[in-house]
C-alpha cells in the first residue's frame, strides 16, 4: 500500500479468495482442501484484511478506532451469516453448491470494496520492504509481544464454543451452533461501542488494555460454567469483550504510527508475526484439549493466562510510550 500497489494488492487478494473458495467447492480430498481453502483464500484473505485495514487508518484521525472497528464488525456478520448459510442451505443442495452460495455472496461484497476503496497517501517513492527500525521503538516491540499473547488466546473460545456445547453440556448440534452465532452477533456492539468509548473518553490503548484483561479473565471463569444457561451468560460477555479486543487492536497499532506513508509496512509488521499466533493457538487449545481426554480446563487455562499477560505487556507498552502518566489519552 505504502509504494502505490494498494489496488492491484486488493484485486490479487480478491481473485484469490474467491478461486478458494469456488475450489473449495470442488474438493473431494484433504490435499484438495488445504490447497484451496488453506493456501489460496488464506493469502487472498491477508492480501485484503491487512492493506484494507492500514488504507482505512489513512483516513481518519480524531476518530479512527471508531472508523475501523465499524469495518471490523463486519467480520462478526459474516460470523452469523455463513453459519446460518451453511446451517440452512447443506441438507438441502449439499456442501458444493453451500459453499458456492457463500462464494457469490462474497463476490458481491468484494465488488463493493473494489469499487470505493481508494488511496487518499501518496506513495512512498523509496524505503525499505521491512522498516527494521521500528524493532527499535520500545512501544512498537511491547506493543507486537502481547498482541501476539493476546491473539494466542481470544479466539479459543470462537473455535471450541460449538463442541463444548455439545460435548460438555450436550446439547444438540443445532444448539451448540447457536451459541457460535450468539458469540458473533454480540460481537458488532462489542467492537462499535469500545471504540465510541475509545475516541472520546479514555483513548484507544487506555481501554484496549482492560479489555484485553477481562477477556482472560472470562476464560478462567468458563471453567466453572457447567449448564446451558452459564454457558449463554459466557457466550454473550465473552462475546462483547472478545470483539472488543479484535476491534480496538487495529486502531491502537496505527496510532504508534505518525508517518502515514509508513503506515501500511508498520501494520503488515504486527500483522504477519500476529498471524503465527492466530495459526498456532487453536491447535494448542485442542492438544490439551485431547491431552485431558476431551475435558476444556488447560485449554481454558492456557487462553486466560497468555491473555492476562498479554494485557501486562500492554501495561508495560504504554509506560514506554507515555511514562507513568494514568491520565493521558492513549
Not at 159 to 186: A, E, Q
Not at 231 to 253: D, E, K, R, S
Request: net charge positive.
Amino acid at each position: 500500500m505504502d509504494a502505490g500497489y494498494y489496488r492491484a494488492t486488493l484485486i490479487a487478494g480478491s481473485i484469490l479468495q474467491l478461486l478458494g473458495v469456488f475450489m473449495t467447492s470442488l474438493s473431494t480430498t484433504y490435499w484438495q482442501l488445504f490447497l484451496a481453502q488453506g493456501i489460496c483464500q488464506g493469502l487472498g484473505d491477508g492480501l485484503i484484511f491487512c492493506p484494507t485495514v492500514s488504507l482505512m487508518a489513512t483516513y481518519f484521525s480524531t476518530k479512527r478506532s471508531l472508523a475501523i472497528s465499524c469495518a471490523a464488525s463486519g467480520a462478526a456478520t459474516g460470523g452469523v451469516v455463513f453459519p446460518i448459510i451453511a446451517q440452512q442451505l447443506l441438507p438441502k443442495i449439499g456442501f458444493g453448491w453451500t459453499v458456492r452460495v457463500m462464494g457469490f455472496v462474497i463476490l458481491a461484497n468484494l465488488a463493493i470494496v473494489i469499487t470505493l476503496a481508494r488511496t487518499r497517501i501518496p506513495p512512498r517513492t523509496t524505503g525499505p520492504t521491512i522498516e527494521w527500525a521500528a524493532f527499535k521503538e520500545l512501544p512498537y516491540v511491547l506493543f507486537t509481544i502481547g498482541m501476539f499473547l493476546k491473539l494466542w488466546g481470544v479466539y479459543f473460545a470462537y473455535y471450541y464454543v460449538t463442541p463444548f456445547g455439545r460435548d460438555i453440556i450436550h446439547v444438540s448440534p443445532s444448539t451448540s451452533i447457536t451459541l457460535l452465532l450468539i458469540l458473533n452477533g454480540v460481537g458488532v456492539p462489542g467492537r462499535i461501542v469500545p471504540a465510541l468509548l475509545a475516541d472520546r473518553y479514555f483513548g484507544v490503548l487506555n481501554l484496549l488494555i482492560p479489555t484485553v484483561f477481562c477477556a482472560g479473565v472470562l476464560l478462567y471463569c468458563w471453567t466453572a460454567v457447567h449448564s446451558m444457561g452459564g454457558q449463554i451468560v459466557f457466550v454473550i460477555i465473552y462475546g462483547y469483550f472478545g470483539a472488543g479486543v479484535q476491534g480496538l487492536f487495529p486502531a491502537t497499532l496505527s496510532s504508534l504510527t505518525t508517518d502515514m506513508k509508513k503506515m501500511g509496512v508498520r501494520i503488515g509488521m504486527v500483522f504477519s508475526i500476529i498471524s503465527i499466533a492466530c495459526l498456532t493457538g487453536p491447535p494448542l487449545a485442542g492438544a490439551l484439549i485431547q491431552k485431558r481426554e476431551g475435558d476444556y480446563l488447560y485449554a481454558q487455562i492456557f487462553g486466560g493466562t497468555v491473555m492476562v499477560c498479554g494485557s501486562l505487556t500492554l501495561i508495560a507498552a504504554r509506560i514506554a510510550q507515555t511514562g507513568w502518566n494514568l491520565k493521558r489519552r492513549m
